[in-house]
Protein backbone atom coordinates (compact mmCIF):
# COMPACT_ATOMS: atom_id res chain seq x y z
CA UNK A 1 0.00 0.00 0.00
CA UNK A 2 1.14 3.53 -0.64
CA UNK A 3 1.20 6.10 1.73
CA UNK A 4 0.10 9.80 0.07
CA UNK A 5 0.39 12.56 1.82
CA UNK A 6 -2.54 14.79 3.04
CA UNK A 7 -3.77 18.15 1.04
CA UNK A 8 -2.66 20.54 4.43
CA UNK A 9 1.24 19.18 3.73
CA UNK A 10 0.92 20.06 -0.04
CA UNK A 11 -0.25 23.32 1.37
CA UNK A 12 1.83 23.95 4.07
CA UNK A 13 4.81 22.73 1.65
CA UNK A 14 3.29 25.38 -1.07
CA UNK A 15 3.12 28.71 1.74
CA UNK A 16 6.87 27.24 2.87
CA UNK A 17 8.24 27.63 -0.55
CA UNK A 18 6.42 31.07 -0.94
CA UNK A 19 7.76 31.94 2.20
CA UNK A 20 11.42 31.21 0.75
CA UNK A 21 10.80 32.89 -2.37
CA UNK A 22 9.71 36.16 0.02
CA UNK A 23 12.40 36.21 1.70
CA UNK A 24 15.02 35.57 -1.38
CA UNK A 25 13.51 38.35 -3.29
CA UNK A 26 14.27 40.97 -0.14
CA UNK A 27 17.77 39.34 0.40
CA UNK A 28 18.57 40.09 -3.19
CA UNK A 29 17.42 43.83 -3.13
CA UNK A 30 19.09 44.35 -0.36
CA UNK A 31 22.05 42.49 -2.48
CA UNK A 32 21.46 45.11 -5.27
CA UNK A 33 21.42 47.98 -3.28
CA UNK A 34 24.66 47.60 -1.74
CA UNK A 35 26.39 46.15 -5.22
CA UNK A 36 25.30 49.58 -6.87
CA UNK A 37 26.12 51.83 -4.17
CA UNK A 38 29.49 51.36 -4.43
CA UNK A 39 32.32 50.14 -1.93
CA UNK A 40 32.52 53.39 -0.13
CA UNK A 41 30.69 53.02 3.45
CA UNK A 42 30.98 49.47 2.90
CA UNK A 43 34.70 48.85 2.57
CA UNK A 44 37.60 50.10 5.19
CA UNK A 45 40.27 51.60 3.07
CA UNK A 46 42.62 52.15 6.03
CA UNK A 47 43.42 48.26 6.48
CA UNK A 48 45.35 45.58 3.86
CA UNK A 49 43.88 43.31 2.99
CA UNK A 50 40.53 45.50 2.99
CA UNK A 51 38.14 44.48 4.77
CA UNK A 52 34.67 45.37 5.85
CA UNK A 53 33.54 48.17 8.06
CA UNK A 54 32.19 47.48 11.36
CA UNK A 55 29.34 50.24 10.58
CA UNK A 56 28.47 48.01 7.55
CA UNK A 57 28.14 44.89 9.87
CA UNK A 58 25.85 47.22 12.16
CA UNK A 59 23.44 48.37 9.46
CA UNK A 60 23.41 45.06 7.24
CA UNK A 61 21.97 43.76 10.65
CA UNK A 62 19.21 45.84 11.27
CA UNK A 63 18.69 45.31 7.78
CA UNK A 64 18.26 41.88 7.72
CA UNK A 65 16.48 42.02 11.32
CA UNK A 66 14.09 44.28 9.34
CA UNK A 67 13.30 41.56 6.92
CA UNK A 68 12.76 38.92 8.74
CA UNK A 69 10.65 40.55 11.68
CA UNK A 70 8.16 40.66 8.78
CA UNK A 71 7.65 36.97 9.00
CA UNK A 72 5.71 36.00 11.82
CA UNK A 73 5.29 32.02 11.20
CA UNK A 74 9.13 31.98 11.65
CA UNK A 75 10.25 30.97 14.38
CA UNK A 76 13.63 32.26 16.27
CA UNK A 77 16.06 29.54 15.43
CA UNK A 78 14.93 29.68 11.37
CA UNK A 79 14.75 33.18 11.45
CA UNK A 80 18.75 33.26 12.60
CA UNK A 81 20.13 30.52 10.50
CA UNK A 82 18.22 32.55 7.25
CA UNK A 83 19.84 35.91 8.75
CA UNK A 84 23.44 33.99 8.99
CA UNK A 85 22.39 32.42 5.67
CA UNK A 86 22.00 35.70 4.21
CA UNK A 87 25.18 37.69 5.67
CA UNK A 88 27.17 34.83 4.62
CA UNK A 89 25.42 35.43 0.95
CA UNK A 90 25.93 39.13 1.09
CA UNK A 91 29.46 39.58 2.38
CA UNK A 92 30.39 36.87 -0.29
CA UNK A 93 28.71 38.46 -3.29
CA UNK A 94 29.85 42.06 -1.82
CA UNK A 95 33.85 40.88 -1.00
CA UNK A 96 33.60 39.44 -5.37
CA UNK A 97 31.95 42.44 -6.41
CA UNK A 98 33.99 45.37 -4.50
CA UNK A 99 36.93 44.36 -2.84
CA UNK A 100 38.46 41.99 -5.24
CA UNK A 101 37.92 45.00 -7.71
CA UNK A 102 39.56 47.60 -5.68
CA UNK A 103 42.67 45.24 -4.45
CA UNK A 104 42.93 43.73 -7.70
CA UNK A 105 46.97 44.55 -9.27
CA UNK A 106 47.95 43.66 -12.96
CA UNK A 107 51.46 44.45 -13.55
CA UNK A 108 52.96 44.40 -16.78
CA UNK A 109 55.39 45.83 -19.25
CA UNK A 110 53.92 49.22 -21.09
CA UNK A 111 55.50 48.19 -23.87
CA UNK A 112 53.16 45.26 -24.71
CA UNK A 113 50.34 47.93 -23.76
CA UNK A 114 51.32 49.94 -26.48
CA UNK A 115 51.03 46.76 -29.12
CA UNK A 116 47.86 46.14 -27.65
CA UNK A 117 46.31 49.48 -28.47
CA UNK A 118 47.91 49.93 -31.95
CA UNK A 119 46.68 46.69 -32.72
CA UNK A 120 42.96 47.65 -31.22
CA UNK A 121 43.24 51.05 -33.68
CA UNK A 122 44.14 48.63 -36.86
CA UNK A 123 40.60 46.62 -36.26
CA UNK A 124 38.12 48.67 -33.84
CA UNK A 125 37.49 52.75 -35.04
CA UNK A 126 34.36 53.52 -32.88
CA UNK A 127 36.59 53.67 -29.53
CA UNK A 128 38.69 56.29 -27.92
CA UNK A 129 40.83 55.39 -25.36
CA UNK A 130 42.33 57.62 -23.01
CA UNK A 131 45.15 56.66 -20.55
CA UNK A 132 45.79 58.86 -17.30
CA UNK A 133 48.67 58.31 -15.23
CA UNK A 134 46.34 57.55 -11.79
Not at 13 to 23: F, P, R, V
Not at 115 to 130: C, G, H, M, P, R
Request: with cysteine; aromatic share 10%; charged share 30%.
Amino acid sequence: MVETKTQDYWEDLSKKGELENSITSEVEQLLKKYTEAGPNGIINFNTKPFSFLNEFFTVLSEELDAIFSKYRNLNQKEISQKKDQSTTQILDLLTTVHIKKISCEITFEAYSLLKLFKALDKIVSEVQIIIRPE
